[in-house]
């Protein structure tokens, strides 16, 4: 697995060439390199790279409310909004209707 050296991101690969999906970057694989990827739809014992269309969860979940849905799972993050001597901000997504919102400390 090899990520984006302009954006950080998971680059894909696709017939022979590495392509990052989210600034456009591209590394051109050679012959040797092109076996080590091998893209497949199953999980089995070899080293395989799974591509879905759907939304892949990289952020951690906690249980909590929805208020727009009343779905009971939660992505959250923090960031630093303010002075690093303040307390930091809170996200929440809902995993569901994606719906967002923050909570100070």
Not at 19 to 25: E, K
Not at 34 to 57: A, T
Request: hydrophobic letters at 25%; aromatic letters at 8%.
């Amino acid at each position: 697995m090899e990520f984006c050296p302009d954006c950080g991101k998971v680059l894909i690969p696709n017939n022979g060439i590495l392509t990052c999906g989210n600034c456009g970057y591209k590394k051109k694989l050679s012959n040797s390199e092109k076996k080590d990827y091998i893209i497949s739809q199953d999980v089995s014992d070899k080293q395989e790279i799974i591509i879905s269309g759907e939304k892949i969860n990289a952020l951690p979940t906690t249980k909590g409310l929805c208020y727009r849905c009343g779905n009971r799972q939660l992505e959250w993050w923090m960031v630093q909004m303010r002075k690093a001597d303040e307390a930091e901000t809170r996200f929440y997504r809902c995993t569901k209707c994606g719906n967002t919102w923050r909570r100070s400390k």
